[in-house]
């Protein structure tokens, strides 16, 4: 466990610094990435950020997909109603 006993949350997907390019004859709708995290101690939920805004709520095993857009993007998971954080992981999509 983190300082004070916080629970522990690793992004496992995607990779920091991660380039990723959008192929333009993949329908939008199947150009997703895949969000992967780990949790220890397990939890009941996760919170997926991106870009600073809430994206999706998801129970175990805290995998969801967001569909690719262009530019830099920030991504993070959080405990809800909770202090314990990922570390911030910054793609690029072109």
Do not use: I
């Not at 995290?37 to 709520?57: I, K, L, M, S």
């Not at 530019?71 to 202090?83: I, K, M, Q, S, V």
């Amino acid at each position: 466990m983190g300082a004070g006993g916080e629970a522990q949350l690793l992004v496992t997907s995607p990779r920091p610094g991660e380039h990723l390019l959008l192929d333009p004859e993949t329908p939008p709708g199947l150009s997703t990435l895949g969000l992967r995290v780990t949790v220890n101690p397990r939890a009941e939920q996760v919170v997926w950020y991106v870009d600073g805004q809430p994206f999706a709520t998801v129970d175990y095993p805290f995998t969801t997909r967001w569909p690719l857009k262009p530019g830099e993007h920030r991504f993070e998971a959080r405990l809800p109603f909770a202090p314990a954080r990922s570390r911030v992981v910054t793609v690029v999509v072109e």
